[in-house]
């Protein structure tokens, strides 16, 4: 069974930065795609940025401009680097891996953006 592993969320001031890391139990050669979803309370849960295997990414357009999504194989970890926070990116942020018809999700981490 595929676990992933966020880290790297805590409170933090608007305009502030935070680097958001999943770690993948097996190689993320094996993925397809790789993203960063995100959910607020009462909220449903949205995709924030995806890479793929050729590197290839995408983004919300809430999020363009302020996050990086990117991948080292290597270190079988995927990032989120999120700059400029705005207290509406305030959310348990949740790591995905997908391959062969198959999602695999952390648990989870909170970043909370104060104003």
């Known amino acids: 069974q595929v676990q992933l592993v966020e880290s790297g969320g805590g409170l933090v001031q608007a305009g502030g930065s935070l680097r958001l890391s999943c770690v993948a139990s097996e190689s993320t050669y094996t993925f397809i795609t790789m993203a960063w979803y995100r959910q607020a309370p009462g909220k449903q849960r949205e995709l924030v940025a995806f890479i793929d295997s050729r590197s290839n990414t995408n983004y919300a357009d809430s999020v363009k401009g302020r996050f990086t999504i990117s991948r080292d194989n290597a270190k079988n970890t995927v990032y989120l680097q999120m700059n400029s926070l705005k207290p509406e990116d305030t959310a348990a942020y949740y790591c995905?891996?997908?391959?062969?018809?198959?999602?695999?999700w952390g648990q989870g981490t909170q970043v909370t953006v104060s104003s």
């Open positions: 995905n891996a997908a391959k062969f018809g198959r999602t695999y």
